[in-house]
């Protein structure tokens, strides 16, 4: 995970795997990449699992107030261009049980569906939502996908915490910009940009 974090998961409940994208299949912006990335995950867990997925900015998917999945992106570039970007996606499928540190935090679609779901099936609709995703949002994020992102994501309206130049901020997040960042307005009225990074959202994982 970020910052060194552990994922854990028992063996044969979780659906973990990695993503290799060359330059050439990637957007314009590789940044955009983890927003379609957690698009494609958040329709698929709605459409194989029948659970209420939803995105907590940039990636994260959530069921409820409790994590399901994450996502962690990292790449290899030169100066002037970007030679690829490998997409690392966890989930917690058919997790039965959680740690008593942990179970205010993450749930899994076995619990939050209340069934069993398919790992194979759900492989097969992310990779299929991603392809498609990328495809459509080569050039730069449409309109179509700014609309159902902005529609899936928990982050939006809420209370959220950041960090800026090593002072902690905290506002409420009004939008997602055409470029995927994140605007917030500060109680003092002035709006503040967040390109990437943690932001804590109130609610969410017991913030």
């Known amino acids: 995970g970020r910052l060194g974090r552990t994922w854990d998961s028992p063996a044969g409940t979780g659906l973990w795997f990695t993503v290799l994208l060359r330059a050439g299949s990637l957007p314009l912006r590789p940044t955009a990449t983890t927003l379609l990335a957690g698009l494609a995950v958040c329709g698929a867990v709605r459409s194989?699992?029948?659970?209420?997925?939803?995105?907590?900015?940039p990636n994260d998917i959530v069921a409820g107030?409790?994590?399901v999945c994450g996502i962690l992106a990292e790449m290899s570039a030169e100066i002037d261009r970007v030679e690829f970007?490998?997409?690392?996606?966890?989930i917690n499928v058919n997790t039965a049980s959680f740690p008593e540190g942990l179970r205010e935090k993450a749930t899994s679609l076995l619990l939050a569906s209340g069934k069993p779901v398919?790992?194979?099936a759900l492989l097969q609709e992310i990779l299929r939502r991603f392809e498609a995703l990328l495809k459509a949002n080569a050039a730069a994020l449409t309109p179509e996908f700014l609309?159902?992102?902005t529609r899936r994501c928990v982050t939006l309206g809420r209370r959220v915490g950041f960090r800026r130049g090593g002072r902690k901020l905290s506002g409420t997040a009004e939008k997602i910009t055409p470029r995927g960042e994140l605007v917030v307005r500060l109680?003092?009225?002035r709006r503040e940009t967040v390109f990437s990074g943690e932001v804590s959202v109130q609610g969410i994982y017991g913030e």
């Open 48 to 57: 194989v699992s029948g659970c209420d997925a939803a995105i907590k900015w």
């Open 65 to 67: 107030t409790r994590k």
């Open 85 to 90: 970007m490998v997409v690392g996606i966890g």
């Open 118 to 120: 398919r790992r194979v």
């Open 147 to 149: 609309k159902e992102y």
């Open 187 to 189: 109680p003092d009225g």
